[in-house]
C-alpha cells in the first residue's frame, strides 16, 4: 500500500476526467487519475475484432459540437461522415414496411401533421429553456409534474404521432418509458442540442464518426497524461473535511487539496464519504437514474442493403430494434448495421440467453432488410446494463418533479469536492462534448480555488 500526495485527485478516467486533469497538469498542478476499468474511455469502449474495431459505447459526432470537434482536430483524428444515401425504412403500427427518402415520415397527412405540431412546440419550450438552468423558467414547475407521456396525450389524439415523438426522446435518448420523465426533462434534453429539430435528425445527431473509433479521443488524452493515469484503481472511500481530502484506493491512499469526481450520478453511491456527503446532494443523486439498452451490432460480407439502393437507416416504435443506421467501418467493403434495443424490451431480452436473444435481434433486422439480414459473420452487443461501473446506458436523467426539487444542486461543490460527467452537462448533456466542457469546467474552478487557498 503507497501514500501519495498531490494537488488533485480525479476519480474516473472518462472524457470528464480526463479533460479535467489535462487543463489542471497543463497549469503546471501535480494531479492523479484513479480509474476502477482496466481502459479509459468510460462510456466510450472500442474493441479489436477478427471484423476492424467494434465501437461498444458512444460514437457519434454532431456538427454543433465544437469543443469536441475541435478536441478531434487538435489530437489529430480523422472523421467521416455516417453513410446516409438511398431510401430509409419505416415499420408502422401495422407492420406494413416503407421505404422513403426525405425527411417526411410515410405516414397519413394528419399523422405527419400532428407530429409537425409536437416538433414546433418542443422546439418553442426548448428555445426559451436555459440549459444551464431549466428549473428557473417560468413554467419549469409544471412542466416538471407532468410527465412526457400525459402531455403528449394532452397535446395529440393521433396515436402514431405520439408514438413517433416518444421514441425520439425516451427509446433513442433517455432510453426509458415516456411516463418515466418529465416534460421538462424532455424539453432540457431538447434545449441541450440545439433544439427538438435538432435532436430527431439523424443527419444533424449522428453526422460523423472517427476513423478508428470515438474512444480514441479518451485514449488519446490519456497517452499524454501518461503515469498519471492509474488503471484498475478503484477509489474506496473519500475522507474530507472543509479543505483537504483523502482518497483511499485499493492500491494505497492519496492526499489532495481537491478531489473532482468524474463518474455518472448513479456510481458515486459506490464510493464511500467520510463525512457523508450532504443530505441534498445525495438526494438529488438518488432521484437520478440510468436508463436501459442493448447495442447490437451485426457484420456482414458486404453492405447488401446499399446495393438495394438503402441508406441502412431504419426506425419503428413498435419493433424490438427500434433504430438501425449503417455503421461500416471507414473503407472497409463490409458491412455493418448498428441497432439499439431500450427499456423494456431491452430488460426482456436481458433475461434471454444469447442465442435466444440474437434470433430476436436478427429477425427485427429482417423486417427491415429482408432475409440477407440473417446471412451475418459477425454479431455484437454491448449490454450497458450489465456494466458495473456504468449501471446502463446513456446517461441518467431526472424522475418526475426531480428536476426542479434537485436541479440547483447539480454540479455540487462540497468542500474540496467536486462532481461532474455528462449526466451533469447543461450544453452537450449525454455526449462527450458535454463531458469535455464540464471536465474543463471543474477544472477552472479547481485552478482557482487552488490559487485562492495558496493568496
Do not use: C
Not at 416538433?119 to 409544471?142: C, F, G, K, N
Not at 431500450?342 to 444469447?354: G, H, I, K, M
Amino acid at each position: 500500500m503507497t501514500s501519495f500526495h498531490t494537488d488533485v485527485i480525479v476519480i474516473g478516467a472518462g472524457v470528464s476526467g480526463l479533460a479535467a486533469a489535462t487543463e489542471i497538469s497543463r497549469a503546471g498542478r501535480s494531479v492523479r487519475v484513479v480509474e476502477a476499468r482496466d481502459r479509459v474511455g468510460g462510456r466510450l469502449w472500442t474493441i479489436p475484432s477478427a471484423h476492424g474495431p467494434i465501437e461498444m459505447g458512444g460514437q457519434w459526432i454532431s456538427p454543433n459540437q465544437d469543443a469536441l470537434l475541435d478536441l478531434v482536430g487538435e489530437l489529430g483524428l480523422e472523421t467521416f461522415s455516417r453513410y446516409r444515401a438511398g431510401k430509409n425504412v419505416y415499420l408502422n403500427s401495422e407492420g406494413e414496411r416503407v421505404e422513403y427518402v426525405g425527411e417526411v415520415m410515410p405516414a397519413s397527412a394528419a399523422t405527419v401533421a400532428s407530429i409537425d405540431r409536437l416538433t414546433a412546440e418542443l422546439d418553442r419550450l426548448a428555445a426559451e429553456i436555459d440549459v444551464d438552468e431549466p428549473w428557473a423558467h417560468q413554467s419549469a414547475p409544471a412542466m416538471d409534474q407532468l410527465s412526457f407521456r400525459d402531455w403528449l396525450y394532452s397535446e395529440s389524439d393521433d396515436a402514431e404521432a405520439r408514438d413517433n415523438i416518444a421514441l425520439f426522446v425516451a427509446a433513442a435518448m433517455l432510453t426509458k418509458q415516456p411516463s418515466d420523465f418529465s416534460l421538462l426533462q424532455a424539453v432540457t434534453l431538447a434545449a441541450s442540442a440545439g433544439s427538438f429539430s435538432n435532436l430527431v435528425d439523424a443527419d444533424i445527431v449522428l453526422d460523423k464518426r472517427v476513423v478508428g473509433g470515438l474512444h480514441q479521443v479518451a485514449q488519446r488524452l490519456s497517452d499524454r497524461l501518461g503515469s498519471i493515469v492509474q488503471l484498475e484503481e478503484r477509489a474506496l472511500e473519500v475522507r474530507w473535511t472543509g479543505r483537504r481530502a483523502t482518497v483511499a484506493t485499493d492500491r494505497g491512499e492519496y492526499s489532495a487539496s481537491a478531489v473532482l469526481i468524474a463518474v455518472p450520478p448513479n456510481v458515486v453511491s459506490k464510493i464511500g464519504f467520510d463525512p457523508a456527503l450532504p443530505a441534498e446532494t445525495a438526494q438529488a443523486f438518488a432521484h437520478l437514474s440510468m436508463g436501459n439498452v442493448i447495442k447490437v451490432q451485426a457484420v456482414y460480407t458486404e453492405s447488401f442493403w446499399r446495393a438495394a439502393g438503402l441508406s441502412g437507416t431504419a426506425f419503428s416504435p413498435y419493433e424490438v430494434v427500434h433504430e438501425v443506421y449503417d455503421n461500416s467501418s471507414y473503407l472497409d467493403s463490409r458491412g455493418i448495421l448498428v441497432g439499439f434495443i431500450s427499456d423494456v424490451d431491452a430488460a426482456r431480452l436481458q433475461d434471454l440467453e444469447p442465442g435466444k436473444r440474437r434470433v430476436e435481434v436478427l429477425n427485427s433486422l429482417t423486417r427491415y432488410f429482408g432475409p440477407l439480414a440473417l446471412d451475418v459473420i459477425g454479431f455484437y452487443e454491448s449490454d450497458w446494463k450489465s456494466e458495473t461501473l456504468t449501471d446502463g446506458a446513456y446517461g441518467t436523467s431526472f424522475d418526475v418533479g426531480g428536476l426542479t426539487a434537485y436541479g440547483a444542486t447539480l454540479q455540487p461543490r462540497v468542500g474540496p469536492l467536486r462532481f461532474g460527467s455528462s449526466d451533469l452537462a447543461g450544453e452537450g448533456y449525454l455526449h462527450v462534448d458535454g463531458a469535455l466542457r464540464i471536465g474543463r469546467s471543474m477544472a477552472s474552478e479547481v485552478l482557482e480555488q487552488l490559487v485562492h487557498s495558496e493568496g
